[in-house]
């Protein structure tokens, strides 16, 4: 597949001072009860709006525990701080429920790199396979697939259909396929895909930081090059990295991830010291640039404004709702029994 440039819309986010960010914070929990909304944000946000989040009996995690806290609260509306997949699939889960996003523009690199007419030209050339894809997707190739995945049980799921016999078709990020690919020795076709943010990280730059931090131990997520992974002490999901940021008894780590994952790490771990791994060399101005620009859309002013206005609605049609359901209910179910078995 051909080489896709993005030309990322940048929220024009202002230096707020504390008194400022608790008026916001204010008017909003006062939404949030009014409008019978419940906020479900991701790591990579800004860091108020984690806390808002979480202060107002919200969730923030991983992509798939926001699919799964979305389903399940009682709220009549769900406010989504991520990526446009992740309001997409709150509405899949939730067709009942109305989802707000503070912008609609804040979308993802995997989501754009995979179009659905292409994708599923790619489906029709390996008919016999079992389509795998990505939560980074848009709902219309959840619709086309067979299974979708997060990173948090990506390996566990390829395990299983491996066990099954199956022959895997995986998009859209190469990486992440590859990983599995390796850890498992899965039959495998892979979609050309990656995340711009992961990408970046720097094995040289790594290793060079490593000779600096030798006791640190290296957490990278599994979206990342190839030579990057293969430094890593763990590679896992943003709650898996968050978990063993706390459980590990290094006292310093060097986390190859986006850095909106610091705020929890520090919050979990505040006894421990998180250095960003480098995405860029030594001459560049800066070492470690690794931030979704798309997730840097959410921001307070536009999160108040969605609430007040009932703006930035997610609408998902039905007949794509009806069919991209299956699939995220198999992750959906499959994460469950996969936890049900580890409490035993």
């Given amino acids: 597949m051909a080489s896709i440039a993005f030309d990322v819309p940048l929220h024009q986010s202002h230096m ?6 608790d008026g916001y914070k204010s008017r909003i929990r006062a939404l949030l009860k009014a409008r019978d909304a419940v906020l479900v944000a991701h790591y990579y ?7 808002l989040a979480e202060e107002t009996g919200g969730c923030v995690s991983d992509s798939l525990e926001m699919a799964r806290f979305g389903s399940q609260a009682d709220a009549a509306t769900l406010v989504v701080a991520g990526v446009r997949f992740m309001g997409e699939t709150a509405k899949i889960l939730s067709m009942d429920k109305r989802v707000l996003m503070p912008t609609l523009e ?24 079992t389509v795998v894809v990505y939560a980074n997707t848009s709902a219309a190739v959840k619709a086309r697939s067979d299974w979708v995945v997060t990173s948090s049980i990506a390996l566990e799921v390829a395990e ?9 078709l995986w998009a859209p990020d190469k990486y992440l396929g590859g990983y599995i690919q390796r850890e498992t020795g899965a039959d495998m076709v892979m979609w050309d895909g990656s995340c711009i943010v992961h990408e970046e990280f720097k094995a040289k730059g790594l290793q060079d930081l490593m000779h600096v931090y030798p006791d640190a131990a290296v957490l990278v997520h599994p979206e990342s090059p190839e030579a990057v992974i293969a430094l890593a002490d763990v590679v896992g999901s943003t709650t898996q990295i968050i978990r063993a940021s706390k459980e590990l008894p290094n006292e310093k780590f060097i986390v190859a991830t986006d850095k909106g994952i610091f705020h929890k790490m520090r919050v979990m771990a505040p006894d421990k010291i998180f250095i960003e791994a480098p995405t860029a060399g030594s001459g560049a101005t800066c070492r470690s640039c690794a931030h979704c620009p798309w997730m840097g859309m959410n921001a307070l002013d536009n999160l108040e404004a969605s609430l007040r206005d009932g703006s930035n609605e997610i609408l998902v049609d039905p007949v794509i709702a009806e069919r991209a359901r299956q699939p995220l209910h198999r992750m959906v179910t499959f994460s469950e029994s996969k936890q049900l078995r580890v409490r035993r």
């Fill in 16 to 21: 707020l001072s504390s008194s400022e960010i």
């Fill in 45 to 51: 946000t800004d860091d108020a709006i984690q806390e």
């Fill in 160 to 168: 299983h259909l491996i066990d099954k016999g199956e022959k895997l």
């Fill in 106 to 129: 804040a979308t993802c690199s995997l989501d754009l790199g995979c179009p659905i007419d292409a994708f599923s030209a790619f489906c029709d050339e390996h008919p016999d396979r």
